[in-house]
């Protein structure tokens, strides 16, 4: 047995039974969205405590944004900071591939949405269809399934459940697999099918790396015709699928006992060669917690 075949044997031993301590990382990114002619971009920053319970088959995690900031200080983007603060601690059920299965804490989400929903209506009353906007996130917490989606294929979440754990826990010495995942409402609501690769190494400071390279899969749309409507909305009717591209890089890094150490994430989404979202996500861990 290789030594990088040996600490990933003793890393899986040593979480397979285990609650950890949590681990607090500062989180940062810069999100640009073009809409024709308009362009955005909106910098944030945040603190992330992320705690993990492997203990029996009841596995979970607790997951907590804080003292998340941004640039926009528009309405919108106000209206949204506060929707994140009300889904900002998760409890979360997990499976054997480190997916999320479930929120274990939406009962308490949704009461905390209850009891906001009239200050945001307040608050917020010049955003134009407020009305359609306030319905619209109601949606979502009432629809489990569906507030996971949005919560952890986009967003600062995604960083901390990119489905590599599970990868590591078999004594190989390096890894290339290929896989398919769906972003679900990335944009327009409608689901965008990406093909991934997926390389893990030791790297030379004993960390093991991780890197994830995905592209849009044209082959596994669903429905072609809707998926090309909603750009051609934006774009005109001479939009094809080959004037869209998405490509996507992640990178992270552990320790032999699988604690998150570095992650980052670079993606982009083009529509005729220029940039319609750009997304660059990353965190670095800053210490345990206590």
Known sequence: ????????????????????????YDVFGTTQTRNGITFIENTFSATVSYQENLIGTAKSVKYKVKDLNQSCTGLIFQFAQYFNDITSSLELAINEGYEVESI?????????????????????????NL???LDNYEKNIANE??????????????????RIKHLLQFPIDSKKFLRKRILHGFYFGIKIPIKEELVIQKNSSNLITANIYGNLDIE????????????????????????????????????????????????????????????????????DER
Request: glycine share 4%; no cysteine; charged share 30%.
């Open 220 to 287: 596994s749309i669903e429905n072609k015709k809707e998926f090309l409507s909603a750009f051609r909305m934006l774009y005109g009717e001479g939009v094809e699928m080959e004037d869209i591209t998405f490509q996507s890089k992640e990178k992270y890094e552990l320790s032999h006992e699988l604690e998150y150490k570095t992650g980052k994430i670079d993606q982009y989404f083009e529509v005729k060669g220029v940039h319609f979202k750009k997304d660059i996500i990353e965190y670095k861990h800053i210490h």
């Open 1 to 24: 047995m290789t030594l990088f075949a040996h600490i990933l044997k003793e890393a899986k031993e040593t979480i397979k039974n285990s609650e950890s301590q949590g681990s607090v």
């Open 104 to 128: 274990l804490n939406l009962p308490e989400i949704s009461q905390k949405w209850l009891s906001e929903k009239k200050v945001l209506a307040e608050k917020f009353k010049s955003i134009p």
């Open 131 to 133: 009305d359609e906007l």
């Open 145 to 162: 399934a569906k507030l996971r989606n949005s919560i952890f294929y986009i967003g600062i979440a995604q960083l901390f459940f990119p």
